[in-house]
């Protein structure tokens, strides 16, 4: 089994920075792909950013500018550096993956529990 582990979330002031992250653990041949979501109360689950194994990155085009996703594979763990936060609702943010566990012809989706984070004076 795979098993994403996230940490990082809480509250912070508007402008600030926060960063998360998420270890990815368990039997695990490559990962493909490792992204974050974010989701506000009565609302769907949105892509924010991802990085895909080579490095490409993609940014939903609210977080170009203000937020990275670095990544480090030698650790199975992906970032997301957040800055120049702005005021809003507090949000749960997803770490999601897609990886081949034991064969190369198969990929498996994985996601974390989701830290909260809230940005308020």
């Known amino acids: 089994q795979v098993q994403l582990v996230e940490s990082g979330g809480g509250l912070v002031q508007p402008g600030g920075s926060l960063r998360l992250s998420c270890a990815a653990s368990?039997?695990?041949?490559?990962?493909?792909?490792m992204g974050w979501y974010r989701q506000a109360p009565g609302e769907q689950r949105e892509l924010g950013a991802f990085?895909?194994?080579?490095?490409?990155?993609n940014y939903t085009d609210s977080l170009k500018g203000r937020f990275t996703i670095p990544r480090n594979n030698a650790k199975n763990t992906v970032y997301l550096q957040m800055n120049r936060l702005k005021p809003g609702v507090a949000a749960v943010y997803y770490c999601?993956?897609?990886?081949?566990?034991?064969?190369?012809?198969?990929?498996?989706?994985?996601w974390g529990q989701g830290p909260q984070v809230a940005v308020s004076s």
């Open positions: 990085i895909i194994s080579g490095g490409s990155t």
């Open positions: 999601n993956t897609n990886l081949r566990r034991t064969s190369v012809f198969t990929r498996h989706a994985y």
């Open positions: 368990g039997i695990i041949l490559s990962i493909y792909v």
